[in-house]
Nanobody, 126 residues
Framework: QVQLVESGGGSVQAGGSLRLSCAASGGYIYRSNCRAWFRQAPGKEREGVAAVFVSDGRTSYADSVKGRFTISQDNAKNTLYLQMNSLKPEDTAMYYC??????????????????WGQGTQVTVSS
């Protein structure tokens, strides 16, 4: 069974930075072709933030975070990262990491992911 554990969330002021980590364990994680970060704010749907194609490192970002967020992976450590810079109050949400055995047709489509972490809260104050 795959386990994903996020860390690194917290409270920052607008313009600040945070780095989220997602540690993966479990045999099936090695079969994951896509890994991604999603977020969900209160009263809103879960939205894709950034995704990475595991084998070659290609990435995809939501328009709202392009140029500010960077997704990366350390395959040796089975860890996924999300570097978040120039944070805005609208970035406030619970952030989740996810893994997909087969990449969905749209890498930021939540329904295409098989495994999810419990989430880490990010709060950005103005």
């Amino acid at each position: 069974q795959v386990q994903l554990v996020e860390s690194g969330g917290g409270s920052v002021q607008a313009g600040g930075s945070l780095r989220l980590s997602c540690a993966a364990s479990g045999g099936y994680i090695y079969r994951s072709n896509c890994r991604a970060w999603f977020r969900q704010a209160p009263g809103k749907e879960r939205e894709g933030v950034a995704a990475v194609f595991v084998s070659d490192g290609r990435t995809s970002y939501a328009d709202s975070v392009k140029g500010r967020f960077t997704i990366s992976q350390d395959n040796a450590k089975n860890t996924l990262y999300l570097q978040m810079n120039s944070l805005k109050p609208e970035d406030t949400a619970m952030y989740y990491c996810a893994a997909a055995t087969d990449c969905p047709w749209h890498w930021l489509l939540a329904s295409g992911y098989d495994y999810w972490g419990q989430g880490t809260q990010v709060t950005v104050s103005s």
